[in-house]
């Protein structure tokens, strides 16, 4: 049975293994893709093809084991195989828990930072039992880790942080000053320097954190750059000017796209080089003491498990086999996509909507930054500063002619600066063997190019220091939850041997495939339900044909929160007046979207169709108005029943759905008018909104006198009452709407649009 239990557990660990490399790379895609998807430079399958070639290559020519999961955190020496066992599995589980939560949110967090803490809550855990069962010196914890190494790494990831935003920013400042938004315009050899400077960059980035101790390189050339690094930058710099000034001088080719496909293929090559072991790397070392426990002939209580300190080569099959199985991921994890977005989202250079809601100390930094800015502008002389600030007027105008997803989230020299410096710092970290996560060192820098970049304006600067506060917030959130939870693993396994180890699995997996399954189904709605388009046409009869599609969409959605709302406080059911009173809110912050379009809508007009903005402009209003009512009703109608008050009575009950069949008929032949762009039918609805008034004014008359004479519940009777005004108010807006549309179409005149 001894022996059964630690083939179950690596059988487990290999499975944890493959899972693990599955929602890592979910996690790490956003360290290669967020440059090249953010500025479009080229089509979305061309960069998943780089990157997956990147990936492929770096997973063949890892360098090996990884050594922290061997020997980094903790001392070998000191742990026996059956507690290095308990270790390992409760790190693998903890892993793939933590990642899968980050990934569900689509934020990205650090792999090293979590395999990393999780090793050493895990031994910390195994060796205070090991204290405890035997001296019960506590003192002597430092015996059983690897202190000096673990300050090391936290003190790393403090400094990365700093660092990357901070040489980021500079960076991209001095770029854009020299090369301004219309890089394009300027001489040949301008574009070259950069071009010679950002390949060199990436190129040594790639020899040396990518295939420094590879049987691609040899080690007389990797001796070579080591002793000489200066000479090699020289070198490769003049090489790639004269290339870049070729390629682009006679080939015609774009210099900055080019360092985007090879900064792409350096870091997804980096990243499966480096940071696979990071998956794979504690799998392997349990499958390595396995093998050396099963010869040795011992009892796995007594076997110690010193010859984890010496290092091992990984087979090139398993290598592969892992980098297969990235590549796939890669293609196919939507939550790649959603990481990746949330990057691109805080870094990108227009406004838009913003994912992260404001906090106290995102304006309280914006508030210091703003003052600092203008207590420098006081010192530099306004001709210096005019200058500056010339380089940064963009030459795009404030009119949004492509559709917004359409649009790049910033421009290539941004990617360029986003490839190059990330490429220098995780070189420069490695040479140094300081230990750096290419998830914060890409990310940071990042979000210290878009600062730079005037990316971050006062519209939305407080919403994107948020993003990075909320991110960064989660990176050490993931320092200290890795610690904990793999430290309660541990000591879980250590108490319930095989049971616990089976039970924490078929937790792990369940979590996981419960994550999956409501990804799934959120993507799927969102999907099915459409959302709200912006205008883009310049004239009332286009903003008619161009909006009949979401005018459809919005009532349809109404339809269902009324009467989801009349159903869920008829059942009591809180669950359904939960999810109806989130679609309620969701379906508002659409239309407040729309709304703050207005005023890039405006801005697209030609004078001739200057009648559209006003048009635009009410249609906006009336649509508010449907949606705060909707809203309203959704989220009285679920605090209702949240605080547990007096039902409603079966004739409040009776009545309701009576206004909401007729509202139902209503609202569904609005829906077919827009739908099918049948607009003279709008007519026929306006002529029949007398009726639904007269009932709704009939039940308001029947509870005034319901509440004089039998009435007891002032709860019931407001909450009655209010879905009542409520819904007078909803068919008074939708009316309202009706009428305009009805108004301004005019079948005969053909809808201009933008060309």
Same mark, same amino acid.
């Given at each position: ?9 690596? +059988? ?35 960069? @998943? ?5 990147? /990936? ?31 270790? $390992? ?54 015996? &059983? ?47 070259? +320097? ?9 190129? &040594? ?6 295939? *420094? ?17 200066? =000479? ?9 000017? +004269? ?7 006679? @080939? ?14 350096? =870091? ?66 939507s939550k790649a996509k959603n990481v990746v977005k949330t990057s691109v989202d805080l870094s990108r250079q227009d406004e838009g909507d913003e994912r992260f809601e404001p906090n106290y100390l995102s304006r309280q930094i914006v508030k210091f930054s703003i003052k600092a800015s203008e207590n420098l502008n006081g010192i530099m002389p306004v001709s210096f500063q005019n200058r500056i600030n010339k380089q940064f ?83 050490? $959130? ?12 541990a000591y879980i396994i250590h108490l319930g041997g095989i049971y616990a180890i089976s039970a924490l699995l078929i937790f792990a997996f369940v979590l996981i495939g419960k994550n999956y399954l409501s990804h799934t189904k959120k993507l799927k ?121 007096? *039902? ?17 008929? /209503? ?89």
């Amino acid at each position: 049975m001894g022996e059964n239990i630690y083939l179950f557990m690596i +059988i487990a660990l290999a499975v944890l293994a493959i899972t693990d490399l599955i929602v890592g790379v979910s996690n790490d895609a956003v360290n290669f893709l967020n440059s090249a998807i953010g500025s479009k430079a080229i089509s979305f399958k061309t960069i @998943m093809l780089v990157a997956s070639v990147g /990936i492929a290559f770096g997973a063949v020519s890892s360098s090996g084991m990884m050594e922290v999961a061997r020997k980094g955190i903790f001392n070998p020496s000191e742990f026996v195989f059956a507690e290095i066992m308990i270790v $390992f599995m409760a790190v693998m589980i903890t892993d793939i828990l933590l990642l899968d939560f980050f990934n569900t949110l689509g934020m990205p967090t650090s792999t090293t930072v979590s395999i990393v803490f999780e090793l050493l809550g895990a031994a910390v855990a195994i060796s205070l039992v090991k204290i405890y069962s035997g001296d019960g010196n506590f003192t002597h914890l430092s015996n &059983y880790i690897n202190t000096d190494k673990a300050t090391e790494i936290i003190i790393g990831i403090l400094l990365s942080v700093v660092i990357a935003f901070t040489i980021g920013a500079i960076v991209q400042f001095f770029t854009r000053v020299l090369l301004s938004f219309k890089f394009n315009d300027k001489p040949k050899w301008v574009g070259a +320097i950069f071009g010679g400077m950002a390949v060199t960059a990436i190129i &040594y980035f790639i020899l040396i954190k990518g295939l *420094k101790g590879t049987s691609i390189i040899s080690p007389q050339a990797s001796l070579f750059i080591g002793e000489n690094p200066e =000479l090699f930058i020289l070198g490769n710099f003049l090489l790639w000017f +004269i290339l870049s000034w070729l390629a682009t001088t006679f @080939m015609k080719w774009n210099i900055y796209t080019i360092i985007i496909i090879l900064g792409t293929f350096a =870091l997804a090559m980096a990243f499966a080089g480096n940071d696979l072991v990071n998956f794979i790397g504690v799998p392997l070392a349990a499958y390595e003491s396995f093998l050396s426990w099963s010869d040795s002939g011992q009892l796995a209580s007594e076997f110690n498990m010193k010859g984890l300190a010496v290092a091992v080569q990984t087979p090139t099959y398993l290598l592969l086999a892992s980098g297969v199985i990235m590549v796939i991921t890669l293609w196919f994890s939507s939550k790649a996509k959603n990481v990746v977005k949330t990057s691109v989202d805080l870094s990108r250079q227009d406004e838009g909507d913003e994912r992260f809601e404001p906090n106290y100390l995102s304006r309280q930094i914006v508030k210091f930054s703003i003052k600092a800015s203008e207590n420098l502008n006081g010192i530099m002389p306004v001709s210096f500063q005019n200058r500056i600030n010339k380089q940064f007027i963009k030459p795009t105008s404030y009119a949004q002619k492509a559709k917004a997803k359409d649009q790049p989230a910033f421009d290539l020299i941004r990617a360029s600066v986003n490839l190059m410096v990330a490429s220098v710092l995780i070189s420069l970290a490695t040479s140094l063997k300081l230990p750096l996560s290419t998830t914060y060192v890409t990310f940071m820098v990042a979000m210290g190019t878009s600062l730079a970049d005037r990316a971050w304006g006062s519209e939305s600067a407080v919403y994107r220091v948020a993003g990075v506060l909320n991110v960064i917030g989660g990176w050490f $959130f993931t320092a200290i939850v890795a610690f904990v939870a793999a430290a309660i693993i541990a000591y879980i396994i250590h108490l319930g041997g095989i049971y616990a180890i089976s039970a924490l699995l078929i937790f792990a997996f369940v979590l996981i495939g419960k994550n999956y399954l409501s990804h799934t189904k959120k993507l799927k709605e969102t999907k099915e339900e459409e959302i709200l388009e912006r205008a883009e046409s310049s004239s009332i009869q286009g903003v008619i044909e161009e909006s009949a599609k979401n005018i459809a969409n919005v009532v349809k959605r109404a339809n269902k929160i009324y009467s989801n709302s009349i159903n869920g406080l008829a059942k009591q059911d809180l669950s359904s007046l939960h999810k109806n009173k989130k679609q309620g809110a969701k379906l508002a912050n659409e239309i407040e979207d729309l709304r703050n379009h207005t005023f890039y809508f405006i801005k697209n007009l030609e004078e001739a169709h200057i009648g559209a903005s006003n048009f635009y402009i009410n249609a906006m209003g009336h649509l508010t108005d449907i949606s705060q009512s909707l809203e309203y009703i959704g989220k009285v109608s679920h605090k209702h029943v949240n605080n547990n008050h007096k *039902k409603l009575k079966y004739n409040q009950i009776k009545e309701l759905k009576q206004i909401d069949i007729k509202l139902a008929e /209503i609202l569904d032949n609005t829906y077919h008018a827009f739908e099918e762009r049948s607009f003279e039918k709008i007519g026929n609805i306006l002529n029949n909104k007398q009726e639904l008034y007269d009932l709704v004014s009939q039940k308001i008359s029947l509870q005034v006198e319901r509440t004089r004479s039998e009435e007891s519940s002032p709860k019931n009777t407001t909450l009655y009452f209010t879905i009542l005004l409520e819904t007078k108010d909803l068919m008074t807006a939708t009316m309202n709407l009706l009428e305009l549309y009805y108004k301004e179409h005019d079948a005969d005149v053909k809808p201009a649009t933008l060309d």
